[in-house]
Protein backbone atom coordinates (compact mmCIF):
# COMPACT_ATOMS: atom_id res chain seq x y z
CA UNK A 1 0.00 0.00 0.00
CA UNK A 2 1.33 3.36 -1.16
CA UNK A 3 2.23 6.48 1.62
CA UNK A 4 -0.52 8.64 0.73
CA UNK A 5 -3.21 5.46 1.47
CA UNK A 6 -2.10 5.17 4.74
CA UNK A 7 -2.54 8.92 5.43
CA UNK A 8 -6.36 8.51 4.80
CA UNK A 9 -6.72 5.40 7.40
CA UNK A 10 -7.84 7.59 10.08
CA UNK A 11 -11.03 8.38 8.22
CA UNK A 12 -11.37 5.30 5.61
CA UNK A 13 -13.32 2.79 8.05
CA UNK A 14 -16.72 4.35 6.77
CA UNK A 15 -19.96 2.88 5.55
CA UNK A 16 -18.26 2.18 1.50
CA UNK A 17 -15.78 0.59 3.28
CA UNK A 18 -17.90 -1.65 5.74
CA UNK A 19 -20.01 -2.85 2.06
CA UNK A 20 -17.10 -3.68 0.16
CA UNK A 21 -15.69 -5.56 3.11
CA UNK A 22 -19.02 -7.25 3.35
CA UNK A 23 -19.61 -7.84 -0.11
CA UNK A 24 -16.09 -9.60 -0.03
CA UNK A 25 -16.55 -11.72 2.86
CA UNK A 26 -19.95 -12.89 1.31
CA UNK A 27 -18.15 -13.51 -2.14
CA UNK A 28 -15.67 -16.00 -0.37
CA UNK A 29 -18.26 -17.44 1.92
CA UNK A 30 -20.46 -18.47 -1.16
CA UNK A 31 -17.69 -19.70 -2.61
CA UNK A 32 -16.60 -22.40 0.12
CA UNK A 33 -20.46 -23.10 -0.11
CA UNK A 34 -20.01 -23.63 -3.49
CA UNK A 35 -17.17 -26.19 -2.83
CA UNK A 36 -19.39 -27.88 -0.13
CA UNK A 37 -21.56 -28.55 -2.42
CA UNK A 38 -19.48 -29.55 -5.35
CA UNK A 39 -18.51 -32.13 -2.63
CA UNK A 40 -21.57 -33.35 -1.96
CA UNK A 41 -22.36 -33.95 -5.70
CA UNK A 42 -19.68 -35.54 -6.22
CA UNK A 43 -19.83 -38.25 -4.14
CA UNK A 44 -23.64 -38.95 -4.81
CA UNK A 45 -22.65 -39.17 -8.75
CA UNK A 46 -19.84 -41.67 -7.29
CA UNK A 47 -22.37 -43.43 -5.24
CA UNK A 48 -24.64 -43.56 -8.44
CA UNK A 49 -21.97 -44.80 -10.36
CA UNK A 50 -20.79 -47.55 -8.06
CA UNK A 51 -23.83 -48.21 -6.54
CA UNK A 52 -24.61 -51.74 -8.32
CA UNK A 53 -20.75 -52.60 -7.71
CA UNK A 54 -21.33 -53.04 -4.00
CA UNK A 55 -19.50 -50.38 -2.97
CA UNK A 56 -19.71 -49.33 1.25
CA UNK A 57 -21.59 -46.52 1.97
CA UNK A 58 -19.84 -45.86 5.47
CA UNK A 59 -16.99 -43.33 4.69
CA UNK A 60 -19.34 -41.59 1.74
CA UNK A 61 -22.08 -41.16 3.68
CA UNK A 62 -19.69 -39.40 6.64
CA UNK A 63 -18.81 -37.25 3.95
CA UNK A 64 -21.84 -36.55 2.73
CA UNK A 65 -22.88 -35.71 6.35
CA UNK A 66 -19.59 -33.51 7.42
CA UNK A 67 -20.26 -31.21 3.00
CA UNK A 68 -23.88 -30.72 4.61
CA UNK A 69 -23.58 -29.81 8.01
CA UNK A 70 -20.49 -27.29 6.48
CA UNK A 71 -22.62 -25.81 4.34
CA UNK A 72 -25.39 -25.16 6.57
CA UNK A 73 -23.06 -23.65 8.84
CA UNK A 74 -21.51 -21.58 5.86
CA UNK A 75 -25.43 -20.16 4.91
CA UNK A 76 -25.68 -19.51 8.83
CA UNK A 77 -22.90 -17.24 8.39
CA UNK A 78 -23.39 -15.37 5.47
CA UNK A 79 -27.21 -15.10 6.82
CA UNK A 80 -26.18 -13.53 9.93
CA UNK A 81 -22.83 -11.20 8.67
CA UNK A 82 -24.85 -8.09 7.79
CA UNK A 83 -25.95 -7.91 11.41
CA UNK A 84 -24.23 -5.36 13.35
CA UNK A 85 -25.98 -6.14 17.09
CA UNK A 86 -27.74 -8.95 18.30
CA UNK A 87 -29.03 -10.37 21.66
CA UNK A 88 -26.51 -10.41 24.24
CA UNK A 89 -25.54 -14.29 25.42
CA UNK A 90 -23.17 -16.56 26.82
CA UNK A 91 -19.57 -16.72 24.35
CA UNK A 92 -16.39 -18.36 24.40
CA UNK A 93 -14.13 -15.45 24.21
CA UNK A 94 -11.57 -18.20 22.21
CA UNK A 95 -14.18 -18.83 19.63
CA UNK A 96 -15.09 -15.17 18.70
CA UNK A 97 -11.61 -14.58 18.03
CA UNK A 98 -10.99 -18.32 15.90
CA UNK A 99 -14.11 -17.11 13.79
CA UNK A 100 -12.67 -13.24 13.26
CA UNK A 101 -9.45 -14.42 12.39
CA UNK A 102 -11.03 -16.88 9.60
CA UNK A 103 -13.08 -13.41 8.59
CA UNK A 104 -9.70 -11.63 8.61
CA UNK A 105 -7.67 -14.15 6.13
CA UNK A 106 -10.67 -13.91 3.65
CA UNK A 107 -10.19 -10.19 3.02
CA UNK A 108 -6.86 -9.39 3.80
CA UNK A 109 -4.04 -9.26 1.32
CA UNK A 110 -3.17 -13.56 0.05
CA UNK A 111 0.41 -12.42 0.95
CA UNK A 112 -0.20 -11.41 4.83
CA UNK A 113 -0.33 -14.33 7.28
CA UNK A 114 -3.21 -14.41 9.89
CA UNK A 115 -2.18 -16.32 12.88
CA UNK A 116 -4.50 -17.52 16.25
CA UNK A 117 -2.70 -17.66 19.84
CA UNK A 118 -5.32 -19.07 21.25
CA UNK A 119 -5.59 -20.36 25.01
CA UNK A 120 -6.51 -23.32 25.91
CA UNK A 121 -8.85 -22.54 28.65
CA UNK A 122 -12.27 -20.75 28.02
CA UNK A 123 -12.98 -17.47 28.43
CA UNK A 124 -16.63 -17.06 28.85
CA UNK A 125 -17.34 -13.48 28.17
CA UNK A 126 -21.50 -12.64 28.24
CA UNK A 127 -21.70 -10.16 24.91
CA UNK A 128 -23.18 -9.35 21.75
CA UNK A 129 -21.55 -11.51 19.29
CA UNK A 130 -22.65 -9.43 16.09
CA UNK A 131 -20.99 -6.13 17.48
CA UNK A 132 -17.77 -7.88 18.93
CA UNK A 133 -17.26 -9.18 15.73
CA UNK A 134 -17.75 -6.19 13.61
CA UNK A 135 -15.28 -4.73 16.02
CA UNK A 136 -12.89 -7.12 15.11
CA UNK A 137 -13.23 -6.92 11.33
CA UNK A 138 -13.00 -2.82 11.90
CA UNK A 139 -10.11 -3.43 14.09
CA UNK A 140 -8.57 -6.36 11.90
CA UNK A 141 -9.01 -4.45 8.74
CA UNK A 142 -7.14 -1.21 10.31
CA UNK A 143 -4.20 -3.51 11.09
CA UNK A 144 -3.78 -4.88 7.48
CA UNK A 145 -3.79 -1.37 5.89
CA UNK A 146 -1.51 0.53 8.35
CA UNK A 147 1.11 -2.41 7.64
CA UNK A 148 3.05 -4.39 4.82
CA UNK A 149 0.57 -6.63 2.42
CA UNK A 150 3.72 -9.43 3.58
CA UNK A 151 3.46 -9.09 7.65
CA UNK A 152 1.34 -10.94 9.61
CA UNK A 153 -1.58 -10.43 12.12
CA UNK A 154 -2.48 -12.10 14.90
CA UNK A 155 -5.58 -12.98 17.25
CA UNK A 156 -3.94 -13.64 20.67
CA UNK A 157 -6.84 -14.40 23.51
CA UNK A 158 -5.70 -14.60 27.70
CA UNK A 159 -7.22 -14.28 30.99
CA UNK A 160 -6.50 -11.07 32.35
CA UNK A 161 -6.76 -9.09 35.59
CA UNK A 162 -7.66 -5.17 35.33
CA UNK A 163 -7.65 -3.77 38.63
CA UNK A 164 -8.20 -6.96 40.14
CA UNK A 165 -11.41 -7.77 38.12
CA UNK A 166 -11.29 -11.28 36.57
CA UNK A 167 -11.81 -10.38 32.85
CA UNK A 168 -10.33 -12.10 29.53
CA UNK A 169 -8.50 -10.05 27.00
CA UNK A 170 -8.12 -10.32 23.22
CA UNK A 171 -5.31 -8.44 20.90
CA UNK A 172 -4.66 -8.20 17.55
CA UNK A 173 -1.12 -7.47 16.86
CA UNK A 174 0.04 -6.85 13.38
CA UNK A 175 3.99 -6.59 12.49
CA UNK A 176 5.66 -5.75 9.23
CA UNK A 177 6.09 -2.07 7.68
CA UNK A 178 3.40 0.03 9.34
CA UNK A 179 3.01 3.41 9.22
CA UNK A 180 6.00 5.93 9.73
CA UNK A 181 7.14 7.33 12.66
CA UNK A 182 5.49 11.44 12.50
CA UNK A 183 2.41 10.16 10.28
CA UNK A 184 -0.80 11.21 11.07
CA UNK A 185 -2.99 8.02 12.84
CA UNK A 186 -5.80 8.65 14.96
CA UNK A 187 -9.10 7.15 13.90
CA UNK A 188 -12.65 7.27 15.57
CA UNK A 189 -13.60 3.52 15.09
CA UNK A 190 -16.82 3.32 14.58
CA UNK A 191 -17.70 0.16 16.26
CA UNK A 192 -15.19 0.59 19.19
CA UNK A 193 -17.19 3.03 21.71
CA UNK A 194 -20.57 1.93 21.42
CA UNK A 195 -19.62 -1.95 22.35
CA UNK A 196 -17.07 -0.60 25.26
CA UNK A 197 -19.62 1.40 26.45
CA UNK A 198 -22.64 -1.52 26.61
CA UNK A 199 -20.55 -4.22 27.44
CA UNK A 200 -18.00 -2.62 30.32
CA UNK A 201 -14.54 -2.90 28.29
CA UNK A 202 -11.54 -1.52 28.24
CA UNK A 203 -9.55 -0.75 25.32
CA UNK A 204 -6.40 0.65 23.82
CA UNK A 205 -4.38 0.99 21.54
CA UNK A 206 -0.62 -0.30 22.05
CA UNK A 207 0.69 0.63 18.63
CA UNK A 208 -0.43 2.85 16.30
CA UNK A 209 -2.39 1.37 13.67
CA UNK A 210 -0.92 -1.90 14.53
CA UNK A 211 -1.01 -3.57 17.74
CA UNK A 212 -4.88 -3.15 19.27
CA UNK A 213 -6.33 -4.79 23.35
CA UNK A 214 -9.85 -5.50 24.13
CA UNK A 215 -10.22 -6.49 27.74
CA UNK A 216 -14.18 -7.99 29.14
CA UNK A 217 -15.29 -8.54 32.22
CA UNK A 218 -15.13 -12.62 32.02
CA UNK A 219 -18.97 -14.07 32.65
CA UNK A 220 -20.06 -15.57 35.80
CA UNK A 221 -22.90 -17.02 34.02
CA UNK A 222 -25.05 -15.25 36.24
CA UNK A 223 -26.37 -12.97 33.48
CA UNK A 224 -29.73 -13.46 31.94
CA UNK A 225 -29.26 -14.20 28.30
CA UNK A 226 -31.64 -11.89 25.84
CA UNK A 227 -34.55 -13.65 24.36
Not at 4 to 10: D, E, T
Amino acid sequence: MNQPAKKNIATSFNPVVEAEILASLSGRLAHDCNNAMAGILAVGEDFQFHLEDGVPFPEGLKLLRENVMRTKALIQRIVELPDKSSPKKHHNLNDVATEAAELARKFSPRTLQVETSITLESLPVYVDAAALRWLLIELAWTATTACSQSGKLCFTTSRQLESTRPGVCLKLTATGETIPPGKSFGPKFRHVEPFVENHGAIFSIEKPGASFRLWLPESNFTESEDI
